[in-house]
């Protein structure tokens, strides 16, 4: 798990100088209230490994920036993960500020947490600051292979096609994260029966579509079928892949001119 660094900072507490000697006990109920007014958090987004191993409960933040925890306040929190779904991911510690989460985060499911939390009186429940937010952001892991849409495709070839493409589009996808090594990937033919001609992929103008192209010439007489396999592989760390399988069935052309057999002497003699 990656750590956050404290994210949540209090800053310094406005001193109060006292305008009256004669009543103490005065004086310091309107330093605590003065205090707590001008209290205030600076906030940030923490992030969070997507799919930690654990264990649970485990660590998030905490409110404090240092050792010293202020025994007058408590701390609540509502919103994304706590009171509304998926409910109970995240809880705090209300008395120390420790923020917990409590189950493996899938990213492509919820990439990102809004959290509110209020800091209150210990003693009376009074709220000593407004409601203050923070966001949780899930790190993407690469735990999504590139996905074919379909991943098998059947198409008729003419025999006679002339050397270039045919009516085999391939279409791919990744559900990490848009735009970084974990969802781009490169599409590449890994291997073709029988072995000619040979079979590649042209590139269009969308980066995750290509088509299926050929080098040669189709036979029909020697090979009436094809099946070659294509990979999707992504960038990210570990590598992951995925393979879509294309059928392609040759017809038959009218490409040979009608012959004449041979005929014997004996088969077209004459009577006399």
Sequence with gaps: MTKSSLFLILLSLVDVAATSKKDTSNREKRDAVLIRSKRRWVLSTIDLEENMPGPYPSIVTQMFNDKKQDDNVKFRIKGDGV???PIGLF???EYTGILYVHRPIDRE???IF????DVLDRQTDATVDKTLSFNVEIKDK????PQFTPSTIHASVPENTPEGTVQATLQAFDIDQKDTPNSQFTMAVVSQEPASPKFTLKDLPTSTVKQLAFTGCFDYDKAKHYKVLVEAKDQGTPTMSSTATVILDITDSNTHPPEFSSVSEASHTIPV
């Design 83 to 85: 009171t509304q779904g």
């Design 91 to 93: 809880s705090i510690d």
């Design 109 to 111: 499911m919820n990439p």
């Design 114 to 117: 809004h959290v509110d939390f």
């Design 142 to 145: 690469n735990d999504n292979s």
